[in-house]
T-cell receptor
């Protein structure tokens, strides 16, 4: 069975600081991995995805993620956080067009 | 292109009543999914339509939940009768057949409160 763990429920960073959100997955085959963001009152928006190829994936809004098969991890990073990045972030693992399994989410607070 | 639309955005009903949630996917998207998030926990899969057919309904919690997608366009999710534990946010998502591996486009969700 597939599963996703986001170890950090809540993270606070200062504006301009770097960010790393952790994600560990369990999946029996090569996974499709995703990061989504949900801003208050909004739906989930896809930040980036990994299926194959280069293990460093670039996404929207300046985010990137690093796929490490040996660690079963897919951590999300951003070099410099903006106040508008405050939101809840979800890591997900799934099959191509089927269901995805989501983590519990990490809430990001940005201090001025 | 227009996004995934869900309504109502909020619904408050009493235990034992019936509620119907609606989802309009992006036009032309054959894949339609329902997910829900209960009590701030993880987002859980409910079911997956390909056009009007149920491809995977393994996440439907019990027979009080009925999902339909007549004509392969919009979908409804009916809860009858509603119980307190059904409270949560219900998300709909869609993806196209040929771009399915690009991930989902989600709607803003319906927040259901059963009192």
């Amino acid at each position: 069975a597939q599963s996703v763990t986001q170890p950090d429920i809540h993270i606070t960073v200062s504006e301009g600081a770097s960010l790393e959100l952790r994600c560990n997955y369990s999946y029996g085959a090569t996974p499709y991995l995703f990061w989504y963001v949900q801003s208050p009152g909004q739906g989930l928006q896809l930040l980036l995805k990994y299926f194959s190829g280069d293990t460093l994936v670039q996404g929207i809004k300046g985010f990137e993620a690093d796929f490490k098969r040996s660690h079963s991890s897919f951590n999300l990073r951003k070099p410099s956080v903006h106040w508008s990045d405050a939101a809840e972030y979800f890591c997900a693992v799934g099959v191509r067009a089927g269901k995805s399994t989501f983590g519990d989410g990490t809430t990001l607070t940005v201090k001025p | 292109e227009a996004g995934v639309t869900q309504f109502p955005s909020h619904s408050v009903i009493e235990k034992g009543q019936t509620v119907t949630l609606r989802c309009d996917p992006i036009s032309g998207h054959d894949n339609l999914y329902w997910y829900r998030r209960v009590m701030g926990k993880e987002i859980k899969f409910l079911l997956h339509f390909v056009k009007e057919s149920k491809q995977d309904e393994s996440g439907m919690p019990n027979n009080r939940f009925l999902a339909e997608r007549t004509g392969g366009t919009y979908s409804t999710l009916k809860v009858q009768p509603a119980e307190l534990e059904d409270s949560g946010v219900y998300f709909c998502a869609s993806s196209s057949r040929d771009r399915a591996f690009y991930g989902y486009t989600f709607g803003s969700g319906t927040r259901l409160t059963v009192v």
